[in-house]
């Protein structure tokens, strides 16, 4: 089955600087992929996601690549604010399948 | 509008005994999703609702742990006979359509502690 792996577990950026947290799926019939952002304290919110047929995309300060010949996706947070500071998964989800495949997730932590 | 909202937020209980979460997704969702999450970890899928039909419990880790959605709506979760290891956060989330590549509306979630 699927299996999606994130890295790094733990990323510690300088207030201003950009992030980069990657993923990297193992079924290539994958075609939608999500990134979710959990607060403490509260469940995962959707702040981006992207399907196969698009190679990026972008909202903001946010953006997501994706590169299917090497099966992983990227996100990108530029001029990291205080309020990125959160836990962050990917998931990956094969198409006619409602399940998501879930990362371990990334805890982003913003120095200010 | 009114969120996904689960209840308790925190349930202590002694081994053994049986808790009962609670979930109430967003009005008209017709999708509905339990996962567990340890500490530090990812989300485990528990049981996926879907409409009418039957749901998908093929996460659930054992038969101590069942659901069920009254009337397409309120979900709860219930585990028998705790064991220290079902300590975790379980969290909710609801979906306006089923299938594939929708955004799920997370709750809360309820932090369960079995001493």
């Known amino acids: 089955g699927e299996n999606v792996e994130q890295h790094p577990s733990t990323l510690s950026v300088q207030e201003g600087d950009s992030a980069v947290i990657k993923c990297t799926y193992s079924?290539?019939?994958?075609?939608?992929f999500p990134w979710y952002k959990q607060e403490l304290g509260k469940g995962p919110q959707l702040i981006i996601d992207?399907?196969?047929n698009v190679g990026e995309k972008k909202d903001q300060r946010i953006a997501v690549t994706l590169n299917k010949t090497a099966k992983h996706f990227s996100l990108h947070i530029t001029e990291t604010q205080p309020e990125d500071s959160a836990v962050y998964f990917c998931?990956?989800?094969?198409?006619?399948?409602?399940?998501?495949?879930w990362g371990a997730g990334t805890k982003l932590i913003i120095k200010p | 509008g009114a969120g996904v909202s689960q209840s308790p937020s925190n349930k202590v209980t002694e081994k053994g005994k049986d808790v009962e979460l609670r979930c109430d997704p967003i009005?008209?969702?017709?999708?509905l999703y339990w996962y567990r999450q340890s500490l530090g970890q990812g989300l485990e899928f528990l049981i996926y609702?879907?409409?009418?039909?039957?749901?998908?419990k093929s996460g659930l880790p054992s038969d101590r742990f069942s659901a069920e959605r009254t009337g397409g709506s309120v979900s709860t979760l219930t585990i028998q006979r705790t064991q220290q290891e079902d300590s975790a956060v379980y969290l909710c989330?609801?979906?306006?359509?089923?299938?594939?590549?929708?955004?799920?509306?997370f709750g809360p979630g309820t932090r369960l502690t079995v001493t």
């Open positions: 989330a609801s979906s306006p359509e089923t299938g594939h590549g929708y955004e799920q509306y």
């Open positions: 009005s008209g969702h017709t999708a």
């Open positions: 609702f879907q409409g009418n039909s039957a749901p998908d």
């Open positions: 079924d290539s019939a994958s075609n939608y």
């Open positions: 992207i399907r196969s």
């Open positions: 998931a990956a989800s094969i198409y006619g399948n409602y399940q998501l495949i």
